[in-house]
């Protein structure tokens, strides 16, 4: 009996720059039940976040802590008749150490192009030839659109000090996993509350504060689009990993713009969820380059992924 519902899994390509510095390793895990050799994988937990998943997976089998990069696609094929799709990122190694166990009981770092040989034809290797078209380190700038706010028409006070809801505050505590794990040092607001609070649980546990930008909120974009993407520009090339969160009305054509200008693919972004995310893939360098802008759907709330 076929089936309608997909597995979904995420992996990544974990790679570590190589002893003599020309160039990079990575890693393949070895797995004792099928005997072969694979990027590390695995099935994502009851509504965990795909790029959470890649990366606790990446942990489980290789005993590394990852940071992850540009989006390197996915691939779709059917295990024992159900579909599955797993998705995989560029995931650069930030430390760590491999424990065997009866999942995987090897790890071996290789360059890449020696690695493509130990790999799944139809599986694995698109993917490796991806992350080999442009495996240069990357930082990101996170925009993300405000957490659950309610209803505007059913909100008696000013629209500004409208607060998120309780769907909200628990998607802002679980976007904060993903804000560390991108290693977010600089936040910054549109001049509401419920954009400010998306960002507080993030800013409590980074212990950094959250700069107010009154130019990405929709009134501010609204008076003085030039402005609003001349500071979006400034902060996606500054020299480190940042978030921008505002609203609905100011995202779509803030990043289509910052996109435009900087020569990259802008990912479809309509409709925008509370809560969604766009990542900006910005090389590290004195010439930051837009390499990739991807879009991602928001976190599950802490306490439903907990149930």
């Known amino acids: 009996m076929s089936s309608n519902v997909t597995t979904e899994a995420a992996g990544g390509v974990l790679w570590r720059p190589s002893h003599g510095g020309a160039g990079v390793d990575v890693a393949l895990v070895h797995r004792p039940k099928y005997d072969d050799w694979s990027l590390p994988k695995g099935k994502l937990d009851p509504d965990e976040h795909p790029l959470l998943g890649a990366l ?154 959250i700069d107010s930008e009154p130019l990405v909120s929709e009134t501010g974009f609204a008076a003085n689009r030039r402005a609003a993407v001349a500071r979006v520009l400034e902060i996606v090339t500054a020299p480190h990993p940042s978030v921008i969160c505002t609203q609905r009305g100011a995202l779509p054509d803030l990043v289509v713009e910052v996109c435009r200008q900087l020569g990259g693919r802008t990912p479809r972004l309509e409709p925008v969820r509370k809560g969604a995310l766009v990542v900006l893939h910005v090389t590290v360098g004195a010439e930051p380059e837009l390499v990739a802008a991807e879009r991602l759907p928001p976190p599950a709330p802490a306490q439903r992924r907990a149930a």
């Open 56 to 209: 606790r997976e990446i942990a489980e089998e290789t005993g590394a802590r990852a940071v992850p990069g540009r989006p390197l696609g996915e691939t779709r094929y059917a295990k024992d008749g159900v579909p599955k799709r797993v998705r995989y990122w560029a995931m650069r190694c930030a430390g760590g150490e491999f424990v065997p166990s009866t999942e995987v009981d090897q790890v071996m770092w290789l360059p890449p192009r020696e690695a493509r040989m130990h790999l799944v034809a139809d599986r694995d290797r698109p993917i490796l030839d991806d992350f080999l078209r442009d495996h240069r380190q990357t930082r990101a700038c996170v925009v993300v659109r405000h957490a659950s706010a309610g209803d505007r028409d059913t909100w008696t006070g000013e629209d500004a000090d409208r607060p998120l809801d309780d769907l909200g505050r628990e998607q802002a505590q679980s976007l904060a996993e993903i804000l560390l794990a991108y290693q977010v040092t600089r936040a910054y607001s549109a001049d509401v509350l419920r954009c400010l609070d998306t960002l507080g649980p993030f800013a409590t546990r980074a212990q950094i504060t």
